[in-house]
């Protein structure tokens, strides 16, 4: 079985490609299994927080996911909660190791920040650490071939910090509406603005055989573009900060995982899950889902 990171102390084990965090794994070898799971927090945390992750009806699991440990208030109260989300890509066992060493790496940088650093500055360092490690572990022959996405934030103070790289997804839902808040790396994002220009046709733009190819991701060597916030986000109590891989988005679309949103939040991750097995796509990609939503 793909060990993919929830959350927690995790290590890389000897003589294996598979990571694991004291058994707090949740890639389930068949979809269905312990898809939707609540994050455990202290009692009066001001936030709830919960995850939908399948493998959709691929062989294998590249998606892989990360929430810092939740259930010391003190440690919350300090450097408040990281969400990640990565997306790996270029070969199953590629992929799949690249999702893996990008959500272990910057969890434990996370553990290991100084919190007197401000959160925009934390995550540059997270990505920092998670460029490093993938490049080191492809070697020269191999960078540029094979990689991961990556979304994070930072929640702390009632305040949003994000950090992204590829073309995974980051939202904030309130009153109703889902706003997008990072940009996609990919050529559909450059397409579309030559349209805007008036550059490009919309369907020149909408059929160009690149329009997925990403044009930054973690592994490529040195990061062509990232996106971040270095304002932060004021949030309010009733907000909820979504971040998923494309295998989400990409099926149910912007207008019906809205829709989703209006029911508590573990109902919201089960309908997330039973909605893209609704729509049952022959090639249904990996899927992931964090939501953390602010209570108080």
């Given amino acids: 079985m793909v060990k993919i990171p929830f959350f927690g102390n995790l290590r890389r084990q000897k003589n294996t490609e598979q990571y694991e965090d004291d058994a707090k794994t949740i890639a389930p070898e068949l979809s ?17 927080i919960g995850s939908v992750h399948d ?16 259930d010391d ?3 919350v109260l300090d450097k408040g909660v990281l969400a990640i989300v990565a997306d790996g890509m270029g070969g199953l066992a ?28 934390i995550l540059m360092g997270l990505v920092d650490k998670a460029t490093t490690e993938v490049n080191n572990d492809l070697g020269e022959e191999k960078i540029g071939k094979c990689g991961s996405t990556v979304v994070a934030a930072i929640i702390k103070d009632k305040l949003l910090y994000y ?19 990072n940009k996609d790396h990919n ?40 996106d971040q916030n270095i304002n932060p986000t004021k949030l309010e109590a009733g907000d909820r900060i979504l971040l998923m891989s494309d295998g989400v ?5 912007d207008g019906k995982i809205c829709e989703l949103m209006g029911h508590p939040l573990k109902q919201s991750l089960i309908l997330i899950d039973s909605e893209i097995r609704k729509i049952n796509r022959s090639n249904q990609d990996n899927y992931t889902c964090i ?3 602010i209570m108080k």
């Fill in 32 to 48: 269905g299994v312990r898809t939707v799971k609540m994050t455990e927090v202290y009692e009066g945390c001001p936030l709830c």
């Fill in 55 to 70: 493998i959709g009806k691929r062989d294998m699991q590249q998606d892989s996911f990360g929430i810092s440990s939740c």
């Fill in 73 to 75: 208030e003190d440690t």
């Fill in 94 to 121: 590629d992929g799949d190791r690249m999702s893996q060493i990008v959500v272990v790496n910057m969890l434990q940088g996370f553990e290991e920040a100084d919190s007197s650093n401000p959160p925009s500055s």
């Fill in 163 to 181: 950090i992204s790289v590829g073309d995974s997804h980051i939202y904030v839902w309130r009153d109703g509406q889902l706003i997008k808040v």
């Fill in 187 to 226: 050529y559909a994002a450059q397409l579309d603005e030559m349209v805007a220009k008036n550059e490009l046709s919309p369907e020149e733009a909408l059929n160009d055989p690149k329009r997925a190819a990403l044009t930054s991701y973690i592994g490529m060597g040195n990061l062509e573009m990232l």
């Fill in 249 to 253: 988005f990409g099926t149910l679309g």
């Fill in 291 to 293: 939501i953390i939503e």
